[in-house]
């Protein structure tokens, strides 16, 4: 079965980094690039990056430039998105989602299920 | 960079047909998709590549598109359907590089 597989609920100060893990399963991993979106509380979809978890490269949303980094461990399927200098408006669900691509379409179609992080003093 | 509008919430009588719009400039290039998203739910996707539905979405809905606009439509409403709904398209522009919509909250009454 086809799945991703997030890393627990976080608590954080405001100031630190949070690094969230994304297990893969039931597909080749190297396949299939993994993206990441938020979700605030009340709030839409955000998407924050992409990896490639062939070769490790990744792109963030410029918004994010200089905070996130997302890293890949092929032995375990895992990839791993890690925020840092944490303020609470990153307050939210992160999701990881795997994307198929067929030029010009795209859609995320295996969802994790999610990693709650709060960020309070 | 690019955004995808959608219109906030609409309401629906059950068994009714509703569309949902997303509007933005890289939908000129890129097909939207399109996913629904219940209350302490990860998205589900309903709708990709225009008008594909994965396995396991029923057929009332259906996805189109003209110009910069994609199109969502649930024809005969379910109260299951009640939720909402975020389009996401690549973004031709630059950086992000992809873009979700804003979101419709479906009301079916």
């Known amino acids: 079965q086809v799945q991703l597989v997030q890393s627990g609920a976080e608590v954080k100060k405001p100031g630190a980094s949070v690094k969230i893990s994304c297990k893969a399963s039931g597909y080749t991993f190297t396949s299939y690039y993994i993206h990441w979106v938020r979700q605030a509380p009340g709030q839409g979809l955000e998407w924050m990056g992409i990896i490639n978890p062939s070769g490790g490269s990744a792109n963030n949303a410029q918004m994010f430039q200089g905070r996130v980094t997302m890293t890949r461990d092929t032995s375990t399927s895992t990839v791993y998105m890690e925020l840092s200098s944490l303020r609470s408006e990153d307050t939210a669900v992160y999701y990881c989602a795997r994307e198929v691509r067929v030029v010009p379409s795209n859609h995320f179609d295996i969802w994790g299920q999610g990693t709650m992080v709060t960020v309070s003093s | 960079s690019s955004e995808l509008t959608q219109d906030p919430a609409v309401s629906v009588a059950l068994g009714q047909t509703v569309r949902i719009t997303c509007q933005g400039d890289s939908l000129r290039s890129y097909y939207a998709s399109w996913y629904q998203q219940k209350p302490g739910q990860a998205p589900l996707l309903v709708i990709y590549a225009k008008n594909n539905r994965p396995s396991g979405i029923p057929d009332r809905f259906s996805g189109s598109s003209s110009g910069n606009t994609a199109y969502l439509t649930i024809t005969g409403a379910q109260a299951e359907d009640e939720a909402d709904y975020y389009c996401?398209?690549?973004?031709?522009?630059?950086?992000?590089?992809?873009?979700f919509g804003t979101g419709t909250k479906v009301t079916v009454l």
């Open positions: 996401n398209s690549r973004d031709s522009s630059g950086n992000p590089l992809y873009v």
